[in-house]
């Protein structure tokens, strides 16, 4: 009995020391953990003061960069550098020289002619392209308006720079807009000084003025030269149709065939009239004069000789056609009849290329298109550009926003890093 109890207390002995050391074995795990919890937060601790002040610097880097410096600049220059620049505005219409007509499409709508809107858009484009500035530099020297010294440095044009960057440059100094109905033209042009801007303004009108006429004097030239080239051919088939009329009446030998068919007429008339006289005298003579008698046999000849004569121009009119003869004179009248007739239509064609001629000549000394003026370019009496206080206020409202966008795109980037 004494070794089982011997043999039970060592087996619980065991046991509770093997229950210590379990306890021991927990304590110190639990002391580690608790010692690395501390630890971590204290590390983790460091580490998001670090982040935070960095993103502190980086707002502040940012808010300097997008919104200080760009807004102090622009009350630096809008404020105190940029240059006013005085704003020229006048108003024309395009019209013609003829009396005005109105089209199918102007009678139903009330807009002017069609011909009328296109010279008026030509003016528009012409107005903002290159082949003005140079003729606007050959006149005025554009250039030295617009790149005075007096000129701030980011409004100043640099007159080294070629004709296409200048074209550019005006563009944006300048613009040309037309209305519609009314088809009046608004000219705005700016320049650093009030005087300037009416100076360019009033030579822009001119030189618009003067192209749009070359263009139209171009038109009647080649109408004149067209004409002229009408009146020398229809010249040409005139005196052809003269030439032809002049060797047929000659081959004919008659200077008038008409006058010669009325000669015969008139001739035959006398000859049969004279004929039935005689015939009539002699019958009356012959019941108390002998047929044998001299008297008697002269008015026999003379009565025998009237109608040979009235046979031949009988024979001449009528008959000799069907005997084949080409001079015939029914014949010579169709014949002559076409060439009358081919000399009247060729001097009516003369005379109406001559008319023609005429008008285009007369009509191309004409200033057939004006620019009337509504409104004259004046001298402004304060600067319209730049608007300072618009443009301050656009600077500030943008770098707000730029600043604000920079600010969510650094925050994405971090989340995608973290």
Known sequence: MNEIQTEIDDRQSRSIERARSVSRALS????????????????????????????RVIRLVLLVLVVV?????????????????YESIAKFTVSSGALPKMDDLGSATGLPPIAIVQDTMIVVSYAESQALVAKLQESLDLRKYYSSDKIDYFSRFN??????KFTNYWTRRSSAAVSMPSGIVTLRVRAFSAADAK?????????????????????????????????????????????????ARNAEGVFDIKE??????????????????????YTTRSAYVAADAPQMRLAAQRI??????????QNRITTMQQQGDEGALSQKLSRFANLDLEQKIAEKRYAQASISLNMARIYSERKM???????????????????????????????????????GLVGVVRRRLA
């Open 199 to 247: 100076t360019i303004a009033t030579a822009v009108i001119e030189q618009c003025e003067a192209m749009i006429n070359q263009l139209n004097e171009r038109m009647f030239r080649d109408t004149v030269a067209a004409s002229e080239r009408d009146l020398q051919l229809a010249g040409e088939a005139l005196k052809t149709t003269r030439v032809a009329y002049e060797k």
């Open 369 to 407: 298109l004006y620019l009337h003026p509504v409104e004259m370019p004046a001298a402004a009496e304060e600067p319209r550009y730049p608007r300072r206080g618009l443009n301050i206020g656009l600077v500030l409202l943008g770098s707000i926003l730029a600043w604000f966008a920079c600010i």
């Open 260 to 281: 010669e068919s009325k000669n015969l007429g008139t001739l035959l008339t006398q000859l049969e009239g004279q004929l039935l006289t005689m015939q009539s005298e």
């Open 28 to 55: 110190d795990a639990s002391r580690r953990a608790r010692f690395s919890s501390r630890s971590k937060q204290a590390f983790y601790g460091a580490q998001g003061l670090r982040r935070r002040a960095r993103e």
């Open 159 to 164: 007159a080294a720079l070629p004709i296409e």
């Open 304 to 313: 025998a000789s009237l109608k040979e004569q009235v046979k031949g121009v």
């Open 69 to 85: 410096l760009p807004n102090i600049a622009s009350i630096g220059y809008f404020g105190f550098i940029a240059s006013d620049q």
